[in-house]
């Protein structure tokens, strides 16, 4: 990850918050002083929540887990859209779906009728449908793609959520808190940071400041995904040795276990075995010349 500084923090706008009569209490904390009727933003603390929210992101997506980025107000959608499909991070930039946390399991299942309905117009299945019923499904497809077109790739719920405006984005924070999400959120000096576990204070309008800030928890979301796919990639090629190194130990025992029983059985002692003949027991035969003794 790039390093951040407070330069770049200022030059973006990211140190404007909302006129002083709009302020939240809560993001006081936040907020650095007030010129003009408006709050300036405390930019250390900008960057000290940014440099958090970007380790967490990297660590969360490296032990395989997801994030979702919604961002769904006017100026921040296609800055998220882009910087997110670029990353291959999932998203939701036209509208939360609620439920979406709470009620995964017809989520889901919503999200593989849209993957198999794409894969049915790739192939050319529904030719053999009539026309208007030929239509009637890519009415249902665009929708589908409408809703859940950031999401496609996901089998399993998402273990946090990065949101631009918390104000804009209520009805998915409030989800994400109640199932124990954590959440990585912009908070502008409007904003109640209550339930967000990693707020980075910053101004949630200005492009430029969504643009920096995004690109920064992408760049955190790749980061996170080459560490991911690095250790899979170890581990595989583990598993691949092992059998071979098994494999090739027994193949040098047996060879060994064979040559020393040829060298028991081709030593000096065995060769004296096979030479010497082996020795009666009892009373000798008696001969001609012991005959002639005896009488």
């Not at 919604?70 to 910087?83: G, H, L, N, P, S």
């Not at 399991?105 to 050319?124: F, V």
């Not at 790739?153 to 109640?178: C, G, H, M, S, Y």
Request: charged fraction near 30%; proline fraction near 5%; hydrophobic fraction near 35%.
């Amino acid at each position: 990850m790039q390093e951040i500084t407070l330069q770049q923090l200022l030059e973006a706008g990211c140190h404007f918050g909302h006129k002083s009569e709009r302020w939240h209490p809560r993001a006081s904390e936040f907020i650095y002083t007030e010129k003009d009727g408006i709050h300036i933003i405390d930019l250390a603390k900008t960057r000290e929540g940014l440099l958090r929210a970007a380790a967490f992101v990297t660590e969360l997506v490296a032990t395989g887990s997801e994030i979702i980025a919604v961002a769904t107000k006017r100026q921040a959608k296609d800055i998220v859209k882009e910087a997110a499909e670029s990353a291959g991070m999932p998203y939701f930039t036209e509208r939360w779906i609620g439920g979406f946390l709470t009620n995964w399991d017809e989520i889901k299942k919503n999200i593989e009728k849209a993957n198999r309905m794409i894969t049915e117009q790739e192939n050319d299945a529904w030719k053999i449908f009539p026309k208007h019923e030929q239509m009637q499904l890519k009415r249902e497809l665009r929708k589908l793609i409408n809703y859940y077109g950031g999401v496609l790739k996901l089998t399993r719920p998402p273990q946090a959520l990065f949101v631009v405006d918390v104000r804009k984005e209520i009805a998915a924070v409030r989800e994400a808190v109640r199932v124990g999400l954590p959440v990585v959120a912009i908070v502008d000096t409007n904003s109640d940071p209550r339930g967000i576990g990693y707020p980075i204070p910053a101004n949630d309008d200005a492009v430029g400041s969504i643009m920096l800030l995004t690109r920064i928890l992408t760049q955190a979301y790749s980061a996170g995904r080459q560490m991911r796919e690095k250790g899979a990639e170890k581990a595989k090629t583990a598993d691949q040795k092992q059998p071979e190194d098994s494999g090739a130990a027994r193949e040098e025992k047996t060879p060994a276990g064979q040559d020393v029983k040829k060298s028991e059985k081709s030593g000096p002692a065995a060769g004296k075995l096979q030479t010497e003949p082996k020795k009666k027991r009892g009373r000798p035969k008696k001969t001609a010349v012991n005959a002639a003794a005896d009488n």
